[in-house]
């Protein structure tokens, strides 16, 4: 049974970081290309970063450009997303998601990130 | 990267078929084959429904069907039913980028 289990989210200050990791089994997980993706009641669904099977290539959105960086340890099965210089904006509900034809084909449960004073 | 334009709300009876709409432009939907489609539950992960515009993934209803004209990627829900009350959200690449859509509520009457 495929799964991606997210941890390390929680409450920060704004100029704060936090660093998520991302559990995955039930399949081989140095085979796929891996995602970050939050999410907002206010701004729905923002896709964050992209990282590819051998964490060689690695996208980010315009937004957290310099200050998150996705990784992987594919001798762990793990998935990670540094963020450093948190502001309010990036409060969100993080999630971790195998991505295969440039669509999400599994997402975990999500982690919650709040950054607020 | 601007968000795709869904219908906030689309309503329909159980039987009916509903068609939601996911507008882009020439630089996401317009230029890729690569739009996907997503249904989500109140307090749930989202589910992957459709992807590659129009194909559906194993253990999916064929009751869901994708389809793009344009710059426009539509989903079409036939014979509703009640559990297909939830979310739905598009999604394109971009180039090097992906954006999302800003999602459409689905109320089964």
């Known amino acids: 049974e495929v799964q991606l289990v997210e941890s390390g989210g929680g409450l920060v200050q704004p100029g704060g970081s936090l660093r998520l990791s991302c559990a995955a089994s039930?399949?081989?997980?140095?085979?796929?290309?891996m995602k970050w993706v939050r999410q907002t009641p206010e701004k729905g669904l923002e896709w964050v970063s992209n990282i590819s099977e051998d964490g060689s290539q690695k996208y980010h959105v315009d937004s957290v450009m310099g200050r998150f960086t996705a990784s992987r340890d594919n001798a762990r099965n793990s998935l990670y997303l540094q963020m450093n210089s948190l502001r309010v904006e990036d409060t969100a509900v993080y999630y971790c998601a195998i991505s295969s034809f440039h669509a999400i084909t599994f997402w975990g449960q999500g982690t919650p990130v709040t950054v607020s004073s | 990267q601007s968000a795709l334009t869904q219908p906030a709300s689309v309503s329909g009876s159980p039987g009916q078929s509903i068609t939601i709409s996911c507008t882009g432009t020439s630089s996401d939907v317009g230029s890729y084959n690569l739009v996907s489609w997503y249904q989500q539950h109140s307090d749930k992960a989202p589910k992957l429904i459709i992807y590659e515009v129009t194909k559906r993934p194993s253990g999916v209803s064929n009751r869901f069907s994708g389809s793009k004209s344009d710059n426009t990627a539509s989903l079409t829900i036939s014979g509703l039913q009640a559990e297909d009350e939830a979310d739905y959200f598009c999604y394109s690449f971009a180039g090097t980028s992906y954006v999302f859509g800003t999602g459409t509520k689905v109320t089964v009457l």
């Open positions: 039930g399949f081989t997980f140095s085979d796929f290309w």
